[in-house]
């Protein structure tokens, strides 16, 4: 049973940085996918970044301010220099059979297992 176990996230003021944890369990396949996305009142689901063990993915959107990393089951964003613009509700999700792609691993139609969602609201 693959469960996505979220935490962090906040008020944050702009500028400021935040980091988003989502501690993974039942992840017992050799290959996988496991992405950060994030849902704007009224937009679509944006994926955001990807990551598989070997690679890193960072949406265009985000590049130079947003890191994904893995440290054991914890799987974690980082966002710096925090912008208005980033206010959302922020979800991990997770695939199994197959790796991350730089065409693929913002399609949230792909995943097969989300969290739970963690609210980041930024402010001036």
């Known amino acids: 049973q693959v469960q996505l176990m979220q935490s962090g996230g906040g008020s944050v003021q702009v500028g400021k940085s935040a980091r988003l944890s989502c501690v993974t369990s039942?992840?017992?396949?050799?290959?996988?996918?496991l992405g950060w996305f994030r849902q704007a009142p009224g937009m679509e689901r944006e994926g955001v970044a990807g990551?598989?063990?070997?690679d890193t993915y960072i949406a265009d959107s985000v590049q130079g301010r947003f890191t994904i990393s893995r440290e054991r089951n914890d799987l974690g964003l980082q966002i710096n220099n925090l912008k208005v613009e980033d206010t959302a509700m922020y979800y991990c999700?997770?695939?199994?059979?197959?790796?991350?792609?730089?065409?693929?691993?913002?399609?949230?139609?792909?995943?097969?297992?989300w969290g739970q969602g963690t609210q980041v609201t930024v402010s001036s």
């Open positions: 999700a997770a695939r199994l059979g197959s790796w991350c792609h730089h065409y693929d691993f913002v399609d949230s139609q792909s995943y097969s297992y």
């Open positions: 039942g992840l017992m396949h050799d290959t996988y996918c």
């Open positions: 990551y598989d063990g070997a």
